[in-house]
């Protein structure tokens, strides 16, 4: 199993960007499609972005087009997230997420197709 440890969260002002990383170590970073999950007290995890192993193919929720760019390096076994024009609705904690696929072209948005989970980095975003 691959393991994942998210970074770069923190307090951010309405209108405002952060990056956030998640490093993978532990297995082959390129044969796991990739995913960023959000979740808020109360509410159910939400499917942020997703990536596909060889990084040609990405996917966002409709409420993060064109705000939210999901990235990797494989050489570095590390995924991003790099979040533009934030809102106050943005804030949660944040996960990354790893699952092997056979399709190097494929993404997954589910969180019950992830098998691998980080502990979560918390964005606060103040209005």
């Known amino acids: 199993q691959v393991q994942l440890v998210e970074s770069g969260g923190g307090l951010v002002q309405a209108g405002g960007s952060l990056r956030l990383s998640c490093a993978a170590s532990?297995?082959?970073?390129?044969?796991?499609?990739m995913g960023w999950f959000r979740q808020t007290p109360g509410k159910e995890r939400e499917f942020v972005a997703a990536?596909?192993?060889?990084?040609?193919?990405?996917y966002y929720a409709a409420s993060d087009v064109g705000r939210f760019t999901i990235s990797r390096d494989n050489a570095k076994n590390t995924v991003f997230l790099q979040m533009n024009s934030l809102k106050p609705e943005d804030t949660a904690v944040y996960y990354c997420?790893?699952?092997?696929?056979?399709?190097?072209?494929?993404?997954?948005?589910?969180?019950?197709?992830?098998?691998?989970w980080g502990l979560g980095t918390q964005v606060t975003v103040s209005s």
């Open positions: 997420a790893a699952t092997q696929a056979r399709d190097p072209t494929y993404y997954y948005t589910r969180d019950s197709d992830y098998g691998t």
């Open positions: 532990g297995r082959t970073f390129s044969d796991y499609a």
């Open positions: 990536i596909s192993r060889s990084g040609s193919t990405t």
